[in-house]
């Protein structure tokens, strides 16, 4: 799929044909970062709803809950949540049950309370690969809380619901991708806090150091020994007219739902694994992602994925990695940010491709680390 522009930060007015939403773009200055893994809720409710057509309609139904309130701008400017006056503080200046909004009525959909939004599943104290957008760059420091435990995602968010202190402190990570693009963010490993089961809401504050900016989010977790599948995204944003399964219960399966059921490869070396999900079909098209993960006890220095297509099928663009085709055999291998993989840690990879005719077989993943 071709990268789509970011509509919102050009400033215009986006008229999308009928039956799209039309997308009205604010005129005070957007802004520069939300999480992407774990996803915040504007950043996963915007993969959501995204169509081939670059329209947003969202399936999951706290998306569509929160767009009704906030409007599509809110998905359009998924990394806009922020306050400008901010300065570092939080108790007090965003009140009780806004914290998802960071207190900005422009994102006041995000803080309601509810079971059904895109979940991540993690697994406690385990090592993670975060990602937070790099809209804009900004030197600061990122700040991750977490709920308390017993917390109750249909309760509003308080600050007496988080943990009174972070569990990790990031300042000036590095950064990977381009700036002002979907693809650019920083990227750090960290640990996910210890002791932690069930639903709990991983809560971010980007504390610039350059300005009185800040920058906040809500991201939807289930610690039940995942690592950072997401589960209530309606087919990654593909194609809204085959709508998902379901939210999962509290303590949810951590595979694929059965719908698009992973393969795990047979072979491959000690340690990486790759499972393939078909996020959207239509006519003609798919789109797939992979992902890669390190299940061995030391770092992988990169990965390669290969598999054969059964059905003629061809990959058309393919992001976070470079390929070859040659027939029906296909060879993925990672770039630069996506390589290094810590034990437990994940990388994906995502692409659009063609096919002719009913049959668009899953195909078995081989992975393999030099």
């Known amino acids: 799929m071709k990268r789509l522009r970011r509509i919102a930060v050009l400033g ?3 008229a999308l044909t009928a039956g799209m939403i039309t997308v009205l773009n604010p005129t005070s200055a957007v802004a520069h970062g939300a999480a992407m893994a774990p996803g915040s809720r504007t950043f996963l409710c915007w993969k959501d ?11 999951n139904p706290a998306c569509a809950a929160a767009v009704g309130q906030s409007g599509a701008n809110s998905l359009y400017n998924w990394f806009s949540v922020l306050r400008s006056d901010a300065g570092g503080r939080t108790t007090g200046f965003v009140p009780d049950g806004q914290l998802c909004s960071g207190g900005n009525s422009s994102f006041s959909g995000y803080n309601l309370a509810r079971n059904d939004w895109p979940l991540t599943h993690l697994t406690a104290g385990a090592n993670f690969s975060w990602k937070y957008s790099n809209w804009a760059h900004h030197p600061g420091t990122f700040y991750f809380y977490v709920t308390r435990d017993g917390f109750n995602p249909t309760s509003a968010l308080n600050w007496s619901s988080l943990e009174s202190t972070p569990f ?9 991708g381009a700036v002002g693009t979907n693809e650019g963010h920083y990227y750090f490993s960290g640990q996910l806090p210890t002791g932690k089961s069930g639903r709990h809401i991983i809560y971010s504050r980007w504390v610039r150091s350059d300005s009185q900016e800040n920058f906040f989010g809500c991201s939807d977790v289930v610690f039940d020994g995942g690592n950072g599948q997401v589960t209530g995204v309606g087919n990654g944003g593909s194609n809204p ?4 399964t379901t939210t999962p219960p509290n303590n949810p399966p951590t595979t694929t739902p059965p719908n698009n059921p992973p393969t795990t490869p047979p ?9 393939y ?7 003609g098209g798919f789109q797939g992602d992979v992902t890669v993960a390190n299940s061995g006890t030391s770092a992988l220095s990169g990965w390669t994925v290969r598999w054969t297509w059964a059905n003629g099928q061809t990959i058309g663009s393919l992001w976070n990695g470079t390929h070859t ?9 990672n770039v630069g940010h996506n390589g290094n993989l810590a034990p437990g840690a994940t990388g994906t990879f995502g692409f659009t491709g063609s096919v002719s005719g009913s049959t668009n077989a899953v195909p078995t993943l081989t992975c393999s680390s030099p």
Not at 49 to 59: A, E, M, V, Y
Not at 168 to 173: A, G, K, Q, R, S
Not at 325 to 332: C, E, N
């Open 325 to 333: 085709q040659s027939g029906s055999a296909v060879t993925v291998r």
């Open 277 to 283: 999900r078909l996020t959207g079909n239509w006519s």
């Open 12 to 14: 215009a007015v986006a």
């Open 267 to 275: 072979g491959g070396s000690a340690g990486c694994t790759a499972t």
């Open 49 to 59: 709803g995204l169509s081939p057509r670059g329209d947003i309609q969202p399936i």
């Open 241 to 244: 007219t085959n709508p998902p």
């Open 168 to 176: 990790l402190t990031v300042t000036n990570p590095p950064q990977q």
